[in-house]
């Protein structure tokens, strides 16, 4: 893929980065971070710094991220589980229709 300039705002700053990534990919990105610095409020976004905002968000991420794959390897578990249960359920009816 060829690497293009993508320019995006993020917390009122313009960020200018090249990146073989879909441009609209990249904002749709931006915007998630700038709806979570949204969600903090006006008053945090008056009081705090563009690096302390993106700190926040980088956390709420983060516990996001850490979240969402603790659940996926629940899910791998529990999947995992019930195909091996399954699986020995057909080996017994195989064995006994014999």
């Known amino acids: 893929m060829d690497k293009r300039t993508v320019t995006l705002e993020i917390a009122g700053a313009k960020y200018r980065m090249t990146s073989d990534a879909d441009e609209e ?22 009081t705090a710094t563009p690096a302390q905002l993106l ?8 516990d996001d991220l850490l979240t969402a794959e603790r659940r996926r390897e629940e ?3 529990v999947t995992r589980e019930a195909v091996t249960k399954a699986i020995a359920r057909i080996d017994e009816r195989l064995q006994t229709s014999q």
Not at 37 to 44: S, Y
């Open 25 to 46: 990919h990249l904002l749709e990105l931006a915007r998630i971070i700038n709806d979570r610095i949204d969600d903090l409020g006006p008053k945090a976004q008056r």
């Open 55 to 62: 700190a926040v968000v980088a956390l709420g991420l983060a």
């Open 75 to 77: 899910v791998e578990e």
